[in-house]
């Protein structure tokens, strides 16, 4: 009787081990399949990082995750990208915090004219400061990283050197591009980038307020003529790599880890890609025939003079509500000195 007892423990037992082992098995085969919308054109360098962000992934996870990227805002639009995200709609997304303005109203200081020199450099600043700002604005999404554009120039369908000249214009501007628009007596005309060509080629905008890479990879070189060089207030626009925060922590910590160890390498990925892209940029407008008009000293100061007040009102609205906008200028400040001294002035 014994012996049937203590046989029938051993069988249970090695039923539960049998069983355990088996559970194991069959979460470590587990194959997660992930929906990545990203709004620029599958041409594009940026939409190219991402894609190769995705293949990377799935080579460090020996294919446990495998995700299919939609370019182009063909499975969210660059302005519904972000709530795609937060509804499922996609696991990931990649977009501008622009086109949702006033949504974001922390991360919306990285874009202000702080004279920002290189994408490499706007880059790192925009992830490190969300990194220790940590803004409750995204806490309905898993941040994976943040890049952001070289600085952000002038590009016209007719010669600009003074404000005098710009006044009463109608540019193309996103977020807080918009108010620098504004501040040098031009018109902001809010849209996002993939409508920009058909608006400049219309003449529906008389110019466009972006870095100068879009002029290749957005192909708008062809609908203008001019480029102005005011690099003195030179602006960036900070994009959003976020998850879904279900499906974030539906991956097990292991695959997690090595997403977060991809997403730190990928920061300087984005930053030289931008960099690279501003480069090819000006030699295809140039290629054209289009002209790279610089600003006069005087000039120069007349613009950074026009825009601080921008810096300025930033801080006072943000503070009248409560959020940390002195500390968010400061540390923006504080990392662009940071990120010039480890790359260069023009890195």
Excluded at 1 to 12: E, G, V
Excluded at 100 to 110: D, L, N, Y
Excluded at 292 to 313: C, G, K, Y
């Amino acid at each position: 009787m014994k012996r049937n007892i203590f046989t029938t423990i051993a069988a249970l037992a090695v039923l539960v081990t049998a069983s355990w082992i088996m559970g194991i098995a069959i979460v470590e085969a587990k194959t997660f399949h992930l929906r990545y919308s990203i709004f620029f054109p599958p041409t594009h360098d940026q939409c190219k990082a991402g894609i190769a962000w995705a293949q990377e992934v799935e080579k460090r996870t020996d294919g446990k995750v495998k995700i299919t990227v939609f370019p182009a805002g063909t499975l969210t639009q660059a302005n519904q990208c972000y709530d795609g995200v937060v509804n499922g709609i996609s696991d990931i997304g990649m977009s501008c915090f622009a086109y949702t303005r006033g949504r974001f109203p922390i991360m919306e200081a990285v874009d202000l004219p702080h004279g920002y020199t290189s994408g490499r450099v706007a880059t790192h600043v925009a992830t490190e400061f969300y990194r220790v700002m940590k803004p409750k604005e995204l806490n309905d999404v898993q941040v994976m990283y943040i890049h952001a554009h070289g600085p952000g120039l002038l590009h016209t369908k007719k010669p600009v050197q003074t404000l005098a000249e710009l006044k009463g214009m109608k540019i193309r501007s996103t977020g807080l591009s918009a108010k620098v628009t504004e501040s040098l007596g031009a018109v902001p005309v809010a849209m996002p980038q993939p409508a920009t060509y058909e608006a400049l080629q219309k003449g529906v905008v008389e110019g466009t307020f972006t870095p100068i890479e879009t002029l290749k990879g957005w192909k708008q070189a062809e609908v203008i003529k001019y480029t102005t060089d005011c690099s003195s207030i030179g602006y960036t626009t900070a994009m959003f790599i976020v998850m879904n925060k279900k499906t974030w922590n539906s991956l097990p910590d292991n695959i997690r880890k090595i997403i977060e160890e991809i997403n730190n390498e990928w920061v300087d990925v984005h930053g030289k890609s931008w960099d690279k892209s501003d480069q090819e940029g000006r030699e295809y407008t140039l290629s054209l025939g289009n002209k790279i008009l610089p600003l006069s000293q005087d000039e120069a100061t007349n613009w950074s003079d026009a825009v601080r007040p921008i810096i300025d009102e930033y801080i006072q609205v943000t503070n009248a509500q409560n959020l940390p906008g002195t500390k968010a200028v400061t540390e923006i400040e504080r990392l662009i000195k940071h990120y010039r001294e480890i790359y260069g002035m023009n890195q």
